[in-house]
Every structure is written in structure tokens, then in C-alpha cells.
């Protein structure tokens, strides 16, 4: 079984930051790509970024250089430093991975999500 679990979210002032992280770990042969989704209150989720190389990145317009995303391949984990946060940022993240397990096959699996409120 593989596990997607994030930390770092919690509540901030508008203009503040904060890093969330993504730790994947079970039965993974390989992990190809990886990103961070959010979904607010009465609104669909959408992709904030992605990556599937260390450097090759794509990030939602509305987040575009206030968010950065990174990997560590050897530690399956993906990381989220969020700066300069709005009001509109609040929602819940959740991590998503496309990974292939032992058996060379494609799966997807999304962590469970952590809230960020962005508020005075």
C-alpha cells in the first residue's frame, strides 16, 4: 500500500508564508510525477503545481511567483513554500502523486489534505 501524508499547513496573516510537504511512502517503484491541488469552500478543486523533475514545473496563474514547488526524489517527498499568502489561498491542499508500484503499473494516489487559512 502506498501513503500520501502532508504537513505544514495552519492558519496565517495575509502576506505571510507558509511550506507544506508531502511524504509518500509504501510500495513505490518509482514516483513520476508529483503536485499539490487545493479546493475551497463552494469551489472545485484545481491544480496549484506540479512537478515531475526536480526542475520541471508548471504553477496555477493566480499563484505564479508567490509559490514554489520542489522534489526530493530519494525521500519521496514534495514540498509547497507558499509566500506572500492571500485571503483567496485559503482552502485545503491535498498532494497527488503518479507513481508505478513493483508490478510496473500507473497508479495515482492523493494524501488527505491540510487546511490553510489565510486571515487577520
Known amino acids: 500500500q502506498v501513503q500520501l501524508v502532508e504537513s505544514g499547513g495552519g492558519q496565517v496573516q495575509p502576506g505571510g508564508s507558509l511550506r507544506l510537504s508531502c511524504a509518500a511512502s509504501?510500495?513505490?517503484?518509482?514516483?513520476?510525477?508529483m503536485g499539490w491541488y487545493r479546493q475551497a469552500p463552494g469551489k472545485q478543486r484545481e491544480s496549484v503545481a506540479i512537478?515531475?523533475?526536480?526542475?520541471?514545473?508548471s504553477y496555477a496563474d493566480s499563484v505564479k511567483g508567490r509559490f514554489t514547488i520542489s522534489r526530493d526524489v530519494a525521500k519521496n517527498t514534495v514540498y509547497l513554500q507558499m509566500n506572500s499568502l492571500k485571503p483567496e489561498d485559503t482552502a485545503v491542499y491535498y498532494c497527488?502523486?503518479?507513481?508505478?508500484?513493483?508490478?510496473?503499473?500507473?497508479?495515482?494516489?492523493w494524501g488527505q489534505g491540510t487546511q490553510v487559512t489565510v486571515s487577520s
Open positions: 497527488h502523486a503518479l507513481l508505478s508500484d513493483y508490478s510496473r503499473r500507473y497508479l495515482d494516489y
Open positions: 509504501g510500495s513505490i517503484f518509482n514516483i513520476l510525477v
Open positions: 512537478i515531475s523533475t526536480p526542475t520541471s514545473t
